[in-house]
Antibody
């Protein structure tokens, strides 16, 4: 069965860095893009961007450029999110989500996030 | 701000029907997908495309679309349907591929 298992909660001080991992199992890792989604406390879902698991090429949403880096280790089927120069406003739950495309009889649906990690809480506090 | 607009909160009596809507320019050209999120849990895909449900999603969940509005309908809402619901589709601004709506908190009375 498909599973995305993320690393555990992190407590960091402002200015530090954090690296969140997302280990995939139950499918061919390089066959599906991996997306990252942020959810600040009490807020909605915010799409951060995605990484092509074949090429390693990342795409970042506006607001997630510069301090945010997506990377891969395909040898262990794992995607990573690294955030540098942490700020208090980075406090959030970060999710990885597998992206798939569905081909129906008369429709094609892209951008389906069919499996999600359990989320990693990153808390930034002095 | 989100390019997809949802009502912040909706309520429904147990066993009744509720519609949750999502508005955005991109919905004139692309389908929305819908995700259910319960407290402390990761989101779960419930509806995608014209009106498709992943395996394991009850058939009381259905989707539809008209113009710039996509809708998620729950027919015969159950207590366990109380959750936050998010739509997702293309970002019409062209800044990036995907965007989520702001979410709708569904209360089952």
């Amino acid at each position: 069965q498909v599973q995305l298992v993320q690393s555990g909660s992190e407590l960091k001080k402002p200015g530090a860095s954090v690296k969140v991992s997302c280990k995939a199992s139950g499918y061919t890792f390089t066959s599906y893009a991996m997306n990252w989604v942020r959810q600040a406390p009490g807020q909605g879902l915010e799409w951060m961007g995605w990484i092509n698991t074949n090429t390693g090429n990342p795409t970042y949403a506006q607001g997630f450029t510069g301090r945010f880096v997506f990377s891969l280790d395909t040898s262990v089927s794992t995607a990573y999110l690294q955030i540098s120069s942490l700020k208090a406003e980075d406090t959030a739950v970060y999710y990885c989500a597998r992206e798939t495309v569905w081909f129906g009889d008369h429709e094609i649906v892209q951008g389906l996030f069919d499996y999600w990690g359990q989320g990693t809480l990153v808390t930034v506090s002095s | 701000s989100s390019e997809l607009t949802q009502d912040p909160a909706v309520s429904v009596a147990l066993g009744q029907t509720v519609r949750i809507t999502c508005q955005g320019d991109s919905l004139r050209s692309y389908y929305a997908s819908w995700y259910q999120q319960k407290p402390g849990q990761a989101p779960v895909l419930v509806i995608y495309g014209k009106n498709n449900r992943p395996s394991g999603i009850p058939d009381r969940f259905s989707g539809s679309s008209s113009g710039n509005t996509a809708s998620l309908t729950i027919t015969g809402a159950q207590a366990e349907d109380e959750a936050d619901y998010y739509c997702n589709s293309r970002d019409s601004s062209g800044n990036h591929p995907w965007v989520f709506g702001g979410g709708t908190k569904l209360t089952v009375l």
